[in-house]
């Protein structure tokens, strides 16, 4: 008996004594550069006050960023050192001259059910991503855009009778975060997949549960996935775990692959994502040959770009709108100035359709949108991973830092945004910051709320235009008002992983013109 006893101590000791090596090894990665870093608590890393839901991560990334004052500086996202790139001149640098040493982000998807979310855009890496995104590309010009503009606006049209819908039946207090979904899932409804649903009337359909199911419930379970995939790979690998269900897999694949085989047998053509992949599967119903595709794209990489689109549709667009309404509402005078332009455009349209163009040309418009992409961008940082060898000199210290492949960088976007030093008075909602006058003293390097360079968001120009539009119906006839329940001022919930205020963004909605 006490031999087992002593066996027993000896394993113990063994673990603890590997695991402080384990912790001490893992930690001490940044000694080796005269940079900068947040000192880990073991396991958690930085990310403490995240994981024990202390502290929202779009916080908590604009205290990280506050924390230095290098150019370069070292945090742990849980147990991986990662390089924080603070100073705007070398984020550009890296993001477009040094593109080619940065090419892909860190990819965490491994379970059965995630080839949607493997084979997407953003996960892809290397030639399959340069492949896919080249087969893109054309999706986005302006006469495809301007085309995808015609669905837009009716969903927007649509979505603002909604709305004074609601105000009709006595509902004039209500939280926008739920509408603004309806919206953006509508908008990709139509532009991606090629179907019309009005997802504000229709609460429950089918497509908009889907996406509610994947992302807008982004229950503790999903939190709990997606940290031990990206945090934990090897442990996720083993248990299988995957972030879509079976169910979500299966449904989104007949959707599109569906879709598809219908056009192609009752040669159906619609400007739109479908028919965009179709032609780069040599499936054109114009009979058209397609051109430069070196790659066979299977079914489920054909899917994965669609659902892509839907997630990331369903989250950025309609959380911006949000805090589009929420300052508009702390600022009526700014709201009034909005709805003076937006009133001067109706009167000179005379009663014809809004146009792209026109949309585009609205100078106060277009400030209104560029601030709260500035002040609240919903990505709060993007990433890469090096994938070739690059000595980096920040500009601040003179630093040089050897960067091999494997090593992974942050661009803390909203920290950029809220430094004094690139935007003065950076909590202040001051669209006026980029009209004509001061739009110039601007640098373009501390403004990225798409991210830059090849790999910027592929769809920048359709997201301002989704999001304008709707401002433009919405705001044309209703004004935004202070509710009782309204998150004055703005504190975001630190439980989740999503940029939120915890009861959601409450408003009281009235008739602009009484
Ligand atoms: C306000 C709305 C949006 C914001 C702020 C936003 C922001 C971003 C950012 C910061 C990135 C990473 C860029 C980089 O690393 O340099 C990105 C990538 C991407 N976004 Fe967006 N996005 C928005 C809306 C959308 C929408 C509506 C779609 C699709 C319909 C979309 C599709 C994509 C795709 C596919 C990528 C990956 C591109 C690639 O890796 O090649 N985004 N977005
Ligand atoms: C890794 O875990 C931390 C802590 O929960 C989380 O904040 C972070 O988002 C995780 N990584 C990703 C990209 O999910
Ligand atoms: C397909 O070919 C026809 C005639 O060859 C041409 O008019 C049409 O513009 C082409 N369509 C596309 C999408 O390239
Ligand atoms: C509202 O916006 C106007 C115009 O940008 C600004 O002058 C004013 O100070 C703002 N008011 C508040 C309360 O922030």
Known sequence: MPDMLVEVVLVLVAVAVYFTYWIKYTYSFFEKY??????????????????????????????????????????????????????????????????????????????????????????????????????????YTGSKLKAMFEFMR????????????????????????????GYANDVIATTAFGFKINSMKVKDNHFFKMGKSVLGNFGPLVVLKFCLLTNFTKVARFFRISI?????????????????KQRFEQKIFRPDMINLLMEARGMDVQGNQSSSCSQKWSDTEIAAQCFFFFLSGFDSVSTLLCFISHELMENQSIQEKLRDEIKGVLEELNGNQLTYEILNSM?????????????????????????????????????RIELTPGDKVWF???????????????????????????????????????GAGPRMCIAHRFAVMEIKVMVFYMFSEIQVKMSEKSCVPMKLDPA????????????KLLDSKK
């Not at 202390?54 to 960023?65: A, P």
Request: charged letters at 25%; a negative charge.
């Open 34 to 139: 005269n940079i900068q870093y947040d000192k880990p608590i073991p396991i958690v890393g930085s990310m403490g006050e995240v994981v024990f839901g202390q502290k929202n991560m779009f916080d908590k990334l604009q205290d990280l960023y506050n924390q230095f004052n290098f150019g370069v500086a070292g945090i742990f996202e849980m147990k991986t050192p990662v390089f924080l790139i603070r100073n705007p001149e070398l984020v550009n640098q890296m993001m477009v001259k040094d593109f080619e040493h940065f090419v892909n982000h860190r990819t965490c998807f491994t379970g059965d059910y995630d080839g949607l979310l493997v084979d997407s855009l953003v996960s892809l890496t290397d030639q399959k991503w340069r492949d896919m995104r080249a087969t893109l590309t054309p999706g």
């Open 154 to 181: 009716e969903t927007a049209k649509e979505s603002t009778l909604s709305l004074k819908e609601e105000m009709r039946d006595g509902r004039t207090d209500i939280d926008l975060g739920e509408y603004f979904m």
């Open 244 to 260: 879509l269900s079976r169910k979500t897999h299966l449904y989104f694949m007949r959707l599109v692959i569906g879709a598809m």
């Open 363 to 399: 100078k106060y418009m277009d400030c209104v949108v560029s601030e709260a992409l500035r002040k609240w961008p919903p990505n709060s940082m993007t990433d890469r991973v090096c994938t070739k060898s690059i000595e980096i000199q920040d500009p601040e210290t003179g630093e």
């Open 412 to 450: 803390p976007i909203v920290g950029i945004h809220r430094d004094p030093k690139n935007f003065v008075d950076p909590f202040k909602f001051d669209p006026e910051r980029f009209n004509e006058e001061n739009k110039g003293n601007i640098n373009p390097n501390t403004f990225i709320p798409f």
């Open 496 to 507: 989740t992983c999503l940029t939120f205020p915890k009861n959601g963004f409450w408003v």
